[in-house]
T-cell receptor
Framework: EAQVTQNPRYLITVTGKKLTVTCSQN?????MSWYRQDPGLGLRQIYY???????DKGDVPEGYKVSRKEKRNFPLILESPSPNQTSLYFC???????????FGSGTQLSVL | AQRVTQPEKLLSVFKGAPVELKCNYS??????LFWYVQYSRQRLQLLLR??SRESIKGFTADLNKGETSFHLKKPFAQEEDSAMYYC??????????FGKGTKLTVNP
C-alpha cells in the first residue's frame, strides 16, 4: 500500500530537548516536504527536498533542520524546541511527474 | 510571489444545497492548482487538480485565469462532505503554497 509514514503521532517534550520526527515514503517519490498546520494560519511549508541530498527552505524554516540521505526518508529535526513550535506537523511526498501530494497522518507536537 | 486566498474561514450549508468554496490566487505565470480535503482527524488528501479536469465525489473546479480563481463546486452537498478544504498553487518551482483553508459544515 502506498503511504507516507510519520512517527510519532503524538509527542510532548520540554523546551530545549532535541527531537526528531521521522518520515518515510514507499512510493519512490523524488519530492518530499514538511508542513506545519496551525489554527487560522493553514499549512505553512517548513522545508522541502527535490531529491537525495537536495533540500531547500520553505516559508517558516527557522528552528528546524532536515536531511535527505536516502530517497525514502526525510526526518525533521528540532535542535532546541520552543513553545512556539507546538503545532501539527505533516510530511508529504510526490512524484515530479505527478505533482499531487501524498500526506502522512500528522504528528501533534507539544513543547512545554 | 505566489499567494492563495480563501476568503471564507467557515461555510455552512444544508444537505442537498449547492456549495461553492472560493479560491483566488496570485501568480504571474501559468499555475497548477489543486484542492485538498482534510476530514476530521485524518490526513490531507488530494481532491482535484485543474489539469485533470475531473469530478471527484461530485466536486468540480474550473480554473478562471481572467478572474484568477479556482472555485470548488458541488451541486448537492452531503453530510459526509463536511471537512476542511484547502486550495493550493504550484508555480514555477516545486513549492506548493496553500490557502488558509475553509471549514465546510453540511447540516442535515
Amino acid at each position: 500500500e502506498a503511504q507516507v509514514t510519520q512517527n510519532p503521532r503524538y509527542l510532548i517534550t520540554v523546551t530545549g530537548k532535541k527531537l526528531t520526527v521521522t518520515c518515510s515514503q514507499n512510493m519512490n517519490h523524488e519530492y518530499m516536504s514538511w508542513y506545519r498546520q496551525d489554527p487560522g494560519l493553514g499549512l505553512r511549508q517548513i522545508y522541502y527536498s527535490m531529491n537525495v541530498e537536495v533540500t531547500d527552505k520553505g516559508d517558516v524554516p527557522e528552528g528546524y533542520k532536515v536531511s535527505r540521505k536516502e530517497k525514502r526518508n526525510f526526518p525533521l529535526i528540532l535542535e532546541s524546541p520552543s513553545p512556539n513550535q507546538t503545532s501539527l506537523y505533516f510530511c508529504a511526498s510526490s512524484s515530479i511527474l505527478e505533482p499531487g501530494l501524498f500526506f502522512g497522518s500528522g504528528t501533534q507536537l507539544s513543547v512545554l | 510571489a505566489q499567494r492563495v486566498t480563501q476568503p471564507e474561514k467557515l461555510l455552512s450549508v444544508f444537505k442537498g444545497a449547492p456549495v461553492e468554496l472560493k479560491c483566488n490566487y496570485s501568480y504571474s505565470g501559468s499555475p497548477e492548482l489543486f484542492w485538498y480535503v482534510q476530514y476530521s482527524r485524518q490526513r490531507l488528501q488530494l481532491l482535484l487538480r485543474h489539469i485533470s479536469r475531473e469530478s471527484i465525489k461530485g466536486f468540480t473546479a474550473d480554473l478562471n485565469k481572467g478572474e484568477t480563481s479556482f472555485h470548488l463546486k458541488k451541486p448537492f452537498a452531503q453530510e459526509e462532505d463536511s471537512a476542511m478544504y484547502y486550495c493550493a498553487l504550484k508555480g514555477g518551482s516545486e513549492k506548493l503554497v496553500f490557502g488558509k483553508g475553509t471549514k465546510l459544515t453540511v447540516n442535515p
